[in-house]
């Protein structure tokens, strides 16, 4: 094998490319191969069933299992893009509304955090800012993990809530809004240019989640970049602020990578303008086009670009995302 070679690890990145290819084959084969135990599985408890050996709530359980891993490999053979199979930078932001809609921010954090749980990702809060009374302003949540990004670009939109208000006194019933952006978090194997005549720093006193931890120096750091749009020439400023480390370097380093995952989302936003293939029904990120509803009262959470809909409102919100996600990977495949 080309990995056991004396000089394969000469060349680390290069090594590190292939190595990854080589995982990304063994979890296909292995995907593969329990797929095909949990059927072989289930002939075996139907061949039993008419013998009478086992029940047929033994037969139903194995179908439930086969059926399971069969929709997991299907959602897996949907993330064919090149950027599909990395980590993913997930930043919501509390639209008008003050409370409420902070509150329904935080409400939209907690829900993707109990997704990235059941999932196994690593996630990590690189700026999180506090609501005025309750909720939050704005967090960015880093998330590492095969396919992170391939499976949360479908939550790239704004997401409205419509409930009773516990902050209403009369108990009236209140629209909210939050926005989430989700870009590719990068990895050493995508080269980034970055011209750093173009980036300019802030420090600030950082705090964590929560009002917790306030430092007493000025380890909080705001980047500021001028890209510059290849095709157009058009100049907009791009503002990263990184609050994670207690070390103003170690938050000026992710800082850097977080900036990487945006340009390289803008590339490939501009490989998709020039090649005409820009998803049909993608919705920009402005407020008045969300891409789902949350309307608890109706015990109903809709996602508008594909119809799909469920009443149970509580599951969702505890990080059920999987068949909207399903959903949209199935519709945009389709219509690529």
């Not at 997704?115 to 005025?132: A, I, P």
């Not at 980047?223 to 990263?240: F, S």
């Not at 959470?301 to 990080?319: F, I």
Request: aromatic share 10%; net charge negative; hydrophobic share 35%.
């Amino acid at each position: 094998m080309r990995t056991q070679a004396p000089d394969f690890w000469e060349d680390s990145k290069l090594a590190e490319n292939q190595m990854r290819k080589v995982r990304s084959i063994k979890s296909w084969i292995e995907s593969y191969n329990e797929l095909k135990a949990a059927v072989d599985e289930l002939q075996l408890a139907f061949d039993f069933q008419k013998e009478g050996v086992t029940s047929e709530a033994e037969v139903d359980e194995a179908y439930h299992n086969a059926f399971q891993l069969l929709e997991k490999l299907e959602m897996k053979n949907m993330l064919r893009s090149e950027e599909d199979h990395l980590g993913a930078v997930l930043k919501i932001n509390a639209g008008a509304g003050g409370t409420e809609a902070q509150d329904w921010a935080e409400m939209l954090y907690r829900m993707y955090l109990r997704w990235c749980e059941s999932k196994g990702y690593k996630t990590t809060v690189t700026n999180w800012l506090d609501g005025d009374d309750a909720g939050i302003k704005t967090v960015t949540l880093q998330i590492e993990g095969d396919y992170a990004y391939g499976y949360l670009k479908s939550e790239n939109g704004v997401h409205r809530l419509v409930r009773v208000s516990p902050y209403n006194a009369q108990g009236k019933r209140m629209t909210s809004f939050s926005s989430v952006s989700v870009v590719p978090l990068v990895d050493d194997s995508i080269e980034i240019e970055i011209n750093t005549s173009d980036i300019t720093w802030d420090t600030f006193r950082s705090s964590g989640a929560g009002g917790q931890n306030v430092n007493k120096v000025e380890t909080g750091v705001r980047l500021h970049y001028d890209y510059r749009d290849p095709d157009t020439g058009e100049v907009k400023e791009i503002t990263i602020e990184n609050t994670e480390s207690r070390s103003q370097f170690g938050n000026k380093d992710n800082a850097i990578r977080l900036l990487k995952s945006q340009l390289y989302d803008l590339e490939l936003e501009r490989r998709k303008r020039s090649q005409s293939k820009i998803e049909a029904g993608k919705k920009k990120i402005e407020w008045g086009s969300q891409i789902r509803s949350y309307v608890f009262d109706d015990r109903r959470v809709k996602d508008h670009r594909t119809d799909y809909q469920t009443s149970n409102v509580q599951a969702v919100m505890d990080g059920d995302l999987d068949d909207f996600i399903k959903v949209y990977l199935m519709q945009s495949v389709g219509e690529e």
